[in-house]
């Protein structure tokens, strides 16, 4: 393994090291401590129930926003192989969470994304295998269905990207080969075509050599969970491999990526970025059944949020319960904003900074 310049020094990573773990404390702590029947917020944060969902409709996970409209994904318990006759519900809100509509699809939903270049909500369904996507016109709620071919990974496809006029899916579920290892791409690119099927190529390695952030020596990675993806406020992709507590940062063809190594053992799932200083977090609540809305008077603007399945007990240290926290970019350390919640997955940062 050749070695880069580290971008943190070693005292810091272990300034941060020691916070994660003092954030940890305080939050199963606090959380055993209170025994309390919902969600706990750190100081300057609080938090209330943004939305509750329609009648029929259960388990809410990805959220989409465009203009003053809330787009939330229910997969309704569905086979996430599409199997069992799995339907979802791609319900609009409005700010206020109002339904305003709500559409079926055929599948188990787990990514939602808004096309910028031409405004149509993409909405993945089936992340295991059998995978679907339907896109939906925002203003009139036309639906169009897509369907994939052979998968070049052997799973389903999970989220979406948009850079530079492609649309980049996260290939989930891969098939690994004896070894353990994913042969297969981690991300592709996709390009709907006229007949309703979908093109896809492989852009981005299972088996990525990636620098390490907080370190920066080079490492041969495994990813054998590609899930949530993102873009970084400088337009990096980022990519959460979930079962291997890693993100991957990556600025796309022919470019290196780097990897996040995330502190606690913590998995993940979906990230944000505080586009402004003035707004909220939306959480979806998976098991919960419930969309939280999370509040402060100010936003440090840039800043990563994360949502986290919790750590489990471990040599005689306590649960974490899941947990949304700001995730340090350096560090890979979260620390908790609000605690004490059953599964937090889909996030979505509102600005109401032009109210």
Known sequence: MRRIRP?????????RTTLAFAAFCFAAGGAAAQTPSGPVTTPGFTISVFASPPAGSSAPDSIA???????????NGGAPDGSGNAQSQIVEYSRDGNVLRSITVAGHNDGLKVNPYNR??????????NANLVTI???TGRTTRYVFGKPPHGGGYDDIVFKDGQAYLSASNPTLDASGHNNGPSIVRAILESNGTIEVSAVFSGMPAAA?????NVTRLNLTDPDSMTTTPSGDILLDDQGDGQLIVWRGPGTEPQYLPLLGNVQIDDTVFASSRKGYLLVSDTKANKIYKITSNVWQKDAAFSASTGVPAANGVPAVPAYVGQLDMS??????????????HGMAFISTEDQ
Request: aromatic share 8%; no cysteine.
């Open 120 to 129: 149509e909500i993409w909405a993945v369904q089936n992340e295991d295998a």
């Open 331 to 344: 560090s890979g350390a979260l620390l908790p904003l609000a605690t004490n919640m059953v599964s937090p």
């Open 7 to 15: 971008l943190v020094s070693s005292s810091r990573i272990l300034n």
């Open 212 to 216: 390490n952030i907080p370190f920066g």
């Open 137 to 139: 016109d925002s203003s």
């Open 65 to 75: 926003v465009i203009d003053n409209h809330i787009w939330i994904a229910y997969a």
